[in-house]
């Protein structure tokens, strides 16, 4: 008789736990409308939500979700702190989480347009110090799987990121050499669409050379993927060696290459990336940071007499060793904007820190930060080439001067895209 007692009592002490009255703010998939409920337990949310918010069917069809994307059940309910916003999804809805949100709008943004189109500017002018903390908490700030390193440590981190590298590091490192390609394609593009180039045969050997030069260099200094490869910190320790950076090369290096010339290169580069649009996937960070570079291949691929040409220069310049390659995260993996290009430092403080390697959603946030040229490529350095390219012979460092400015953080700093002002440089 103790015993049927004992379990009365404690089912009579869970009945009396659950029906507290507690209240909660309720929305639906689109965000749009937002209410306050006061229930019992999560049949009562649910009929009362359904009312409110003019939901006609039956509530056992609804579920409830939490920002994050998770799915409430009953028993998890109870355990929610009071005014935990909640989300009601009806059958056939799909919810989008706040950094699904987030994800989805970086992936889709055109991050050219951004200063471009009038109520984008409008947007980055108005209220931005709230806007940009805003999103910064929508970001997951979880550090435990931050130090994880390989996908099967931490596989939702390459959900959907079309690579075949196997760690974060690896990844990252990848992701600062596409970043440097394009720099080097658009480059190209540039000098090739010249008055000095197409009309002036000196001129077109000179740089044509140049070009040579740039992609020997670049392939000697692993096209500075290091830049994000937090296995790269800097450290108190000096036993590193260039010698160990070679051991420690990561397989889609182009050292590990050296049988495959840049055309080999960019046919590969263009057949994936064709593929990619063809099946017409989800796109991920890689397409925001790739789609100059696609850009450079579709034409390349039109440019066969040209690329035949280039293909027969030799290169008159000296390819200088590769030094040391340092990131510019720390050993966490956490970037820190430097600031405008004619400031010191950034005013936003830790406002403007990132770490790519705690999240897929600060990974695709981590794409719309830009390598500022300081002193323009566009407008001041290859302009300066072109005229530099009409001389009889152009001094090797000049050459070597304009590298460093196009290629390495000599001439680039990391910025948030706040602080990344795409007007002239003067």
């Known amino acids: 008789m103790s015993l049927i007692a004992d379990c009365f009592r404690r089912l009579t002490d869970i009945s009396s736990c ?30 009362k939500a359904c009312l409110k918010l003019n939901v006609t069917n039956d509530p056992g069809e609804i579920n409830v979700f939490l920002l994050d994307g998770s799915l409430i059940d009953e028993e998890y309910f109870h355990t929610l702190a009071p005014q935990t916003t909640l989300i009601l999804q009806k059958p056939g809805e799909k919810v989008l989480s706040d950094a699904d949100i987030l994800y989805d709008a970086l992936r889709r943004v055109n991050i050219d347009f951004l200063t471009a189109g009038g109520r984008v500017t409008q947007f980055l002018t108005e209220n931005l110090k709230a806007k940009v903390a805003l999103l910064n908490k929508v970001l997951n700030k979880d550090e435990s799987k931050t130090a994880l390193s390989t996908k099967e440590q931490h596989p939702e981190w390459f959900e959907n990121l079309e690579t075949n590298c196997m760690t974060k590091e690896a990844y990252m490192h990848r992701r600062c050499q596409d970043r440097i390609r394009a720099y080097l394609y658009k480059t190209i593009e540039q000098i090739k669409c010249s008055d000095a180039f197409m009309n002036d045969s000196k001129a077109r050997q000179q740089l044509l050379s140049t070009i040579a030069f740039f992609k020997l260099q670049l392939k000697e200094d692993h096209y500075f993927g290091y830049y994000f490869d937090r296995s790269r910190a800097e450290t108190d320790s000096k036993s590193d060696s260039d010698e160990t950076d070679c051991g420690r090369c990561y397989d889609h290096c182009p050292c590990n290459f050296a049988r495959i010339n840049d055309e080999t290169y960019l046919d590969q580069r263009y057949l994936r990336l064709s593929q990619s649009l063809d099946t017409n996937t989800t796109a991920d960070s890689d397409e925001i940071d790739e789609t100059d570079a696609r850009k450079f291949l579709a034409s390349e691929k039109k440019s066969a007499k040209v690329a035949s040409d280039e293909k027969s220069e030799s290169c008159p310049y000296r390819v200088k060793p590769r030094e040391r390659q340092i990131a510019i995260c720390d050993k966490k993996g956490e970037f820190r904007c430097e600031g405008r290009w004619n400031t010191d430092g950034c005013p936003y403080g830790d406002k403007h820190k990132i770490n790519p390697y705690r999240s897929k959603e600060e990974l695709a946030l981590f794409s719309t930060w830009n390598l500022d040229h300081t002193i323009e490529r566009s407008r001041t ?28 953080v000599k001439n680039l700093r990391l910025v948030h895209i706040v602080c990344h002002d795409k007007g002239s440089h003067k």
């Open 18 to 47: 659950k029906s507290e009255l507690k209240g909660y703010k309720v929305t639906d998939v689109t965000r749009t409308r937002k209410i306050g409920i006061a229930c019992r337990n999560l049949q009562d949310l649910k009929q």
């Open 381 to 408: 350095l290859i302009p300066k080439l072109l005229q530099l390219s009409r001389q009889d012979t152009i001094n090797e460092q000049d050459i070597y001067d304009c590298y460093d400015n196009l290629f390495t």
